[in-house]
């Protein structure tokens, strides 16, 4: 049973959220409320710890990533593709939203309670988790407009009642920070008063009212609920406009961050450990704001490093890239950075806002158009328009650059963005197309019209499969090439996700850092030349033993000098 001091812990981060929207005695009724939920679960579950460490590596992937004709359940059709090419390299999948949706590809949720019939059932997901950690979305901050929740308020039902957020037309919303350009209130006219209905993402995903308790609440349950099937990593989808204040930016308020503190508290309070991600598209120093003091979320997502990475690829320079690194803090026990440089969404240009300038941004922009993205936008305060995210697969992203119009270094670039994103302080997550060089959804884009569907290809199993015994296949050529990278990571104690990170400067063109074990025992020099020409630096070091982890051959050292060919990588180790 939760003992009493565990329980003040509760009332006192309740207080924190509520004091200014609760009496004391609704707090105590929450706070009795959580406890018992704490309680039933403990009862039947025994201790169980999560072990973190450099063998932690996430696929990112949708329960229909791999389809077959032949399975009913598309979630066994991935399963089957995992345990045959994947199981060896990854330890963890996070499946994006697998719940009954009824738009934006899962994340407009209709039923928190149950899986897509397409993809399977929960039992599906409790036989993966036996074998692998499953980390999963809670869609925390907005529901579907189709779904029993928002029927129900439309009634004054339960559940559902009073569960969507309403204001009327004395709020301000004249500072609010949007993430799209669609119109963020709609009029209605019901329960006797006009209201406007907030929509943060699209007129299909309603934003909850974590005013009333009773919301969250209903998250809590919605997570321990999904730790009983097996999810022990929690995504917090879009968490930061969770709260909302009239005259305020709506996005990072404080009550945010005591709701994710809270979660965090109850998450230690449970048998089954997990683990609480932010997912915060926001500028550098708000997204890191949500490790709170290391009592908030366990890992953040690492948005910066996707468009650094590739800015300084395809334009051979880390003067941006080697800046940040040197700025961004080190990550204490406990937390991590979660690195990933694709996902199914975009990539996002708000988190470097702040760090890259205008016209190199531009210029970032106009080669990125070239290579064929699309670009998705968000309103801003006087009525205009700023690009959120760039909708473009990493291969064609990469594929071609100003220095190489012809693309004759695809190959090289793509593979080393990745070497540096797999070895760089934090937990790496490659997104399942990544994996083999897909190239935007041309097809998919024409049907639908949607962004982001360049970036959200399905694969047929048995075309996929015959594609990787093809060794000289592009989808095999690049199979290999990434799980080679997370092959030699695993056995690396300094790339364990809290080894520690140091900066090294070795000019414009080579990117290097250096990580070294929680021991202190190994020290690996991650090197890697940003261009299209041969590069040759000196590192102060003496290279008598060490060895390239990438390469058996240490033809590229002598004495003191590294030469290194376009675009190449060498992880050095003293042991």
Not at 27 to 55: A, Q
Request: aromatic fraction near 12%; hydrophobic fraction near 35%; glycine fraction near 4%.
């Amino acid at each position: 049973m939760l003992s009493q001091i565990n329980q003040k812990k509760i009332k006192f981060k309740l207080k924190s959220i509520y004091k200014y929207h609760l009496s004391d005695n609704e707090i105590s009724n929450c706070c009795e409320e959580i406890t018992k939920v704490i309680n039933r679960f403990n009862i039947k579950k025994k201790r169980k710890k999560k072990i973190i460490s450099e063998k932690t590596s996430i696929v990112i992937c949708y329960g229909d990533s791999v389809f077959s004709s032949s399975q009913r359940h598309l979630l066994k059709s991935f399963q089957s593709f995992f345990q045959k090419k994947l199981s060896k390299y990854f330890n963890t999948v996070h499946f994006l939203p697998f719940y009954p949706s009824s738009s934006d590809s899962g994340f407009a949720v209709k039923d928190h309670y149950k899986i897509d019939s397409r993809l399977g059932n929960w039992s599906d997901i409790r036989k993966f988790s036996k074998k692998n950690d499953v980390m999963a979305d809670i869609v925390i901050n907005h529901s579907s407009a189709r779904g029993l929740w928002f029927k129900n308020f439309l009634k004054e039902k339960k559940p559902g009642k009073d569960y969507f957020l309403t204001v009327n037309s004395n709020f301000n919303i004249s500072k609010v920070i949007r993430p799209r350009d669609h119109q963020l209130l709609k009029k209605i006219d019901i329960f006797k008063k006009p209201e406007y209905l907030w929509r943060t993402f699209s007129p299909d995903q309603l934003d909850m009212n974590f005013k009333n308790p009773a919301v969250l609440l209903r998250f809590i349950k919605i997570m321990v609920n999904l730790i009983n099937h097996g999810v022990t990593i929690f995504r917090l989808d879009a968490i930061a406009y969770l709260w909302k204040e009239s005259g305020t930016k709506c996005v990072n308020l404080r009550e945010t961050h005591e709701i994710i503190k809270l979660f965090r508290i109850i998450c230690g309070f449970l048998n089954v450990e997990s683990i609480i991600v932010t997912e915060t598209n926001l500028p550098e120093k708000e997204n890191i704001g949500y490790f709170g003091n290391a009592d908030e979320a366990n890992w953040i997502y690492n948005f910066s490093l996707p468009p650094l990475l590739i800015y300084s690829f395809l334009f051979e320079n880390n003067s941006y890239l080697n800046r940040w690194n040197k700025k961004l803090p080190q990550t204490k026990k406990g937390n991590s950075y979660l690195n990933f440089i694709a996902s199914h969404d975009g990539i996002g240009m708000r988190p470097v806002e702040d760090i890259i300038n205008k016209s190199n941004k531009d210029k970032f922009l106009k080669r990125l158009r070239k290579n064929g993205s699309k670009f998705s936008y968000r309103k801003v305060q006087n009525k205009s328009k700023k690009i959120y995210e760039a909708n473009i697969t990493i291969f064609d992203a990469l594929k071609k650059s100003d220095y190489d119009p012809k693309g004759k270094f695809f190959l090289e670039r793509f593979i080393s963005a990745h070497s540096i994103m797999i070895s760089f302080e934090g937990v790496p997550a490659i997104y399942f197309n990544s994996l083999f060089g897909t190239s935007n959804d041309e097809a998919k884009y024409i049907i639908t019209g949607n962004n982001r569907d360049l970036n959200r290809y399905r694969w047929n199993h048995k075309n996929i499969t015959q594609k990787l015994k093809n060794t000289r296949s592009k989808q095999s050529i690049f199979y290999k090439s990434i799980t080679d990278l997370l092959e030699v990571r695993r056995k690396q104690t300094a790339f364990h996700p809290n080894g520690l990170r140091s900066s090294m400067n070795m000019g414009p063109k080579i990117f290097c850092f250096k990580r070294q074990s929680i021991d202190k025992k190994q020290i690996i020099l991650c090197v890697t030349n940003l261009s299209s020409k041969s590069q040759s630096t000196k590192i102060n070091f003496k290279f008598l033993k060490w060895k390239n982890l990438l390469d058996n051959s240490n033809n590229h050292i002598l004495g003191e000098m590294i030469k290194l060919k376009p675009f190449q990588t060498v992880w050095l180790s003293n042991i």
